[in-house]
């Protein structure tokens, strides 16, 4: 038991060290791609030299004291929905903690809602709301029910340049049912995504 103590108290003191010693602003913004193939299903490294398993986007992280906002918007590319071509992109919005350790390493957690929305002629848009879409004069219901998602991040501050690398997975938790906390530990880890970012340093 005193072992333990004796750590938490060593965690305490060097997260409260990095905050003191941390710039007490942190913006960063970037490009991201995200390879979209779950972690369970990653077989080999063949895949990460094939382009069509990345999804690519821009990235923006806004670091205050410990607190992190991240938002990221991807194009997913092409897909069919009920026997229509449409464009797809996403989004993730997350708030949670960042910590900067030795100035040069930040890493942060956050959860928000994920979002993705369609469209066949860039005008008209459709979001998915679980494995359906609804017009987008939905757009109150689709957030209620959109899954809450977490996106661990680890950034490389390298002067001007930050490139930061993340794993987001989905929880089975929505706003609709806000009251089912239970939910957000509700997690396949084999069911998230890899990522990379690289980002500069405002």
Not at 94 to 105: E, H, K, M, N
Not at 148 to 157: E, G, N, P, S
Request: glycine share 10%; proline share 1%; aromatic share 10%.
């Amino acid at each position: 038991m005193k072992k333990k103590g004796l750590l938490v108290v060593f965690l305490v003191l060097v997260l409260l060290s990095s905050t003191l010693s941390a710039k007490a602003i942190g913006i960063n913004v970037g490009g991201t791609a995200l390879y979209n193939v779950k972690a369970g299903e990653i077989s080999g490294t063949s895949g990460f030299a094939d382009i069509k398993n990345y999804n690519f986007g821009a990235d923006v992280r806004v670091k205050l004291l410990v607190f992190n906002i991240t938002a990221m918007g991807l194009y997913n590319g092409k897909t069919t929905i009920e026997d229509v071509n449409m464009q797809e992109i996403s989004g993730l919005v997350t708030a949670g903690l960042a910590f900067d350790l030795v100035d040069t390493i930040r890493i942060g957690v956050g959860l928000g809602p994920r979002l993705r929305a369609l469209t066949s002629d860039w005008k008209t848009w459709k979001v998915m709301q679980g494995t359906e879409t609804v017009t987008a004069n939905n757009f109150q219901d689709v957030f209620l029910n959109a899954p809450m998602t977490y996106r661990a991040t680890v950034d490389f501050l390298l002067g001007g340049i930050a490139l930061g690398v993340s794993y987001q997975v989905d929880s089975t938790y929505t706003f609709k049912d806000w009251k089912n906390v239970k939910k957000l530990t509700d997690i396949d880890l084999t069911s998230g995504k890899f990522g990379a970012s690289v980002m500069f340093n405002i």
